[in-house]
């Protein structure tokens, strides 16, 4: 099988319009540019609610194709805002259909440049699965993933996380009556290509609330993407004083990214655990609000050879979720350029698995996907700061 993966052109976006983009907004943010725009207050919301329809449920990329807003109206937004998506510096395939994107976020305040992160589109037979990021980068430096070796730079504003969903419904034709990209290989027969969304893409997104909390109710409106909470789900590292208030004020799915079942081990892997440690995390998530059988917690458990794969593991892992509805992910291992660990092998995994399932519970093992993009769970890496690193180095020996 060809293992080539494909690097699509993109256009530039040199001429780009330094006009704000309406696109992402909350509905909040909304009614405050209208106000700006000259909208009498009184008109406001009928206004907004129009906006709202047209980005959202239907996709628009010109006020143009506003048709029920007048034209008075949609020449004054045209002047002051744009609905600009993310730049896409560069979109990759990955043999079994799996996209990454690389895109560049505008500059805002003490930027130095325009920084970058990384979404990744994953493809069924009869669902999508959008993982999106929350931060440039990361704090946590989990010692088996490529992101944490990224320094973070900024959290992400709430309209750069919902940009990441309506870039990725363009690129696919996810919205209605778009047409399916001729590169649609391995696309959903379903009419919703994109059916979930989980925040397990690049930084921790309760180290982000706020903004990660207000970008998934416009994910979950009803009137526009109109994504169920039971198909967001939120991956944390463990941010033990967020996880009831991000239950009582987003409700959305919870995993947690758990990969040891002691402290020493976990210390290591996920160094958050030494600020909040296994029992004080799993105290949180029994007390998750609407936890039940019909909305359990996930538990990530990545499969490193030799450091947490053994049976006798399987059973501690089994013995420490005791009394919660959970569902393991088993993940195996997807290595990146200098890591020091390796993937466990097939039947250890399957013997780990066996262990989970006999004990009662659901425990799926993740199959690896875009591995050949680096677009697996774990590699997400911008690669902005290797490739200035590279000018920087050519532009030096150049000048001696």
């Known amino acids: 099988m060809d293992q080539t993966q494909d690097v699509l052109p993109v256009l530039s976006n040199t001429a780009r319009a330094t006009k704000p983009s309406l696109a992402g907004l909350t509905r909040s943010g909304l009614k405050t540019a209208l106000a700006a725009a000259g909208v009498p ?11 709202w329809s047209w980005i959202y449920a239907r996709g628009v990329t010109s006020f143009d194709d506003m048709s029920d807003v007048s034209k008075d109206l949609r020449r004054a937004l045209s002047d002051l805002y744009s609905l600009d998506r993310l730049e896409i510096v560069s979109e990759q395939i990955s043999i079994d259909g799996t996209r990454k994107w690389l895109l560049r976020l505008p500059q805002r305040g003490r930027d130095a440049r325009a920084p970058e992160i990384e979404t990744v589109y994953i493809p069924e037979s009869d669902r999508g699965t959008l993982c999106i990021s929350s931060q440039v980068g990361c704090t946590l430096t989990c010692s088996f ?35 399916v990209p001729g590169d649609g290989r391995l696309l959903p027969s379903a009419e919703r290509k994109i059916t979930n969304v ?93 936890l039940s059988n019909a909305k359990r917690i996930t538990f990530e458990y990545v499969m490193l050879k030799g450091v947490n794969d053994s049976a006798a593991e399987a059973r501690a892992l089994v013995r420490l979720l005791a009394g919660i509805p959970a569902k393991i992910n088993l993940i195996p291992f997807n290595p990146w350029p200098s890591t ?61």
């Open 145 to 179: 993933c490529h992101t944490g070796t990224q320094r973070l730079v900024r959290n992400l504003e709430a309209e750069e996380i919902v940009g990441q969903i309506l870039l990725a419904r363009d690129r696919i034709g996810d919205w209605p009556g778009a047409e």
């Open 41 to 51: 207050e009184k008109h406001i919301k009928m206004r907004s609610g129009q906006l």
């Open 198 to 290: 989980v925040l397990m893409g690049m930084g921790e997104p309760l180290y982000n609330f706020d903004n990660v909390r207000d970008a998934m109710d416009v994910a979950s409106d009803g009137d526009g993407l109109s994504l169920s909470k039971r198909r967001i789900t939120l991956s944390t590292s463990g941010v033990v004083p967020e996880i009831p208030r991000w239950g009582e004020e987003s409700g959305t799915m919870l995993a947690i990214s758990l990969h040891a079942t002691n402290d020493a081990l976990r210390d290591e892997l996920v160094p958050l655990n030494k600020k909040y440690p296994i029992a004080q995390l799993l105290e949180a998530c029994r007390n998750y609000p609407g």
């Open 340 to 400: 020091r660990y390796e993937c466990s092998d097939w039947e250890t995994i399957e013997r780990f698995a066996d262990v989970v399932n006999r004990a009662g519970y659901a425990s799926p093992v993740r199959t690896p996907r875009g591995r050949d993009i680096l677009a697996a769970c774990g590699q997400l890496k911008s690669e902005s700061l290797k490739l200035r690193a590279s000018s920087a180095a050519t532009e030096s020996a150049g000048s001696d």
